[in-house]
């Protein structure tokens, strides 16, 4: 039973380690995207994706209008 929690806890240990290695060298860290459940005004999107995001929310709200009767 100690033999796996060592290997689990390594192989936790190797997969954070392998994630931070952009962050490590200076690169931006993972950000989160907009339009995601409780993704507040914070949008880290361009403009295009913005009113991208923003046309699908209006199709889906449509769409959920037509299917409520």
């Known amino acids: 039973m100690g ?3 060592l290997i689990s806890f390594a ?3 190797v997969v954070f380690l392998i994630m931070s290695v ?3 060298f200076g690169r ?3 950000k989160g995207s907009c339009g ?4 507040g ?3 880290v999107c361009s403009q295009a994706k913005q009113e991208a995001c923003e046309n699908r ?3 889906l ?7 409520e009767h």
Request: glycine share 14%; hydrophobic share 40%; with cysteine.
């Open 3 to 5: 033999t796996l929690f």
């Open 57 to 59: 929310k209006r199709r």
């Open 36 to 39: 995601g459940h409780g993704a």
């Open 22 to 24: 952009g962050v490590i």
């Open 28 to 30: 931006n860290p993972i």
């Open 11 to 13: 192989l936790i240990a």
């Open 41 to 43: 005004n914070e949008c």
């Open 61 to 67: 709200a449509a769409a959920e209008g037509h299917t």
